[in-house]
């Protein structure tokens, strides 16, 4: 599609930025949908984050995602932050108001819910206990996200268990902390599992876990999209566990922010995962 000088304009920030898949996502929808608009990658270091967020209303931008290391350092920027981000204590997603304010939610609860609402149709907890890996920023939307969808306990194990303690501490709920050396007793009677952590991805190590004591009716969840298929979730498909990979929440998270910027809600659909998963 060809921009034209009324073109709508929206991106990501991020420190680094080159591996995101975002621009390849929302360039897919703006495709799609025939919008004169474009969405871009925006290399911001970690110093200047303040002043780029302050410059998006003037150079015309309607808002931004944010990515790493953004997210928490963002809510001391931004003239408004939604009440569930404030509590979270991260933001990813910016939009420009008319009056050039600036407003700072977080969709990557709703994104977490969406994805596994789709890769699991008909699938609920039932009121039963879920067990999460890891205890950093994403672990505070996927806990978010369970606590919404009714989960009786979230059993939570960190190899630091005071970050687990103040996560705990911080969100409040249901939340019980697990020792990280018998971690798998967390997962007796869970009706799901799910890795927050980077081990799994490209690069990383694998997660260490034993999933004998999880039912096999329970599915398990990575976070991770590099690769698609981490050793957990081969682990979990050979046990015979429902298993949904990350990139789900990824596609799921990015609808309301391009909505807001450009006006139509997207769909998240077979072509758009196949799409996005063929990044050269």
Known sequence: MILTGHARLAGVMGWPVAHSLSPRL???WLREY???????P?????????????????????GCN?????????????DEVAPEARRLGAVNTVRVRADGSLLGWNTDVEGYAQSLAAALPGWSLDGKP??????????????????GMGAAEIRLVNRTPGRAEDLARALGGPIRVHDWEHRSRALEGAG???????????????????LGPLPRTAPVSDIVYVPLETPLLAAARARGHP???GLGMLLHQAVPGFEAWFGRRPEVTPALRDFVLARP
Request: net charge negative.
């Open 243 to 245: 298993a949904v990979d």
């Open 130 to 147: 879920a067990a999460v890996i890891g205890a950093g920023g994403a672990a505070r939307a996927v806990i978010a996200a369970l606590a």
């Open 42 to 62: 925006l290399a911001v270091k970690p110093e200047r984050l303040a002043s780029a967020l302050r410059a998006l209303p003037d150079l015309g931008f309607a």
């Open 66 to 78: 944010l990515t790493v290391p953004h997210k928490e350092a963002a809510l001391a920027a931004l």
């Open 34 to 40: 025939g919008i004169d608009g474009a969405y871009v």
């Open 192 to 210: 799901l599992l799910v890795n927050t952590t980077t081990l799994g991805m490209r690069g990383q190590p694998p997660l260490d876990l034993d």
């Open 26 to 28: 929302h360039g897919y």
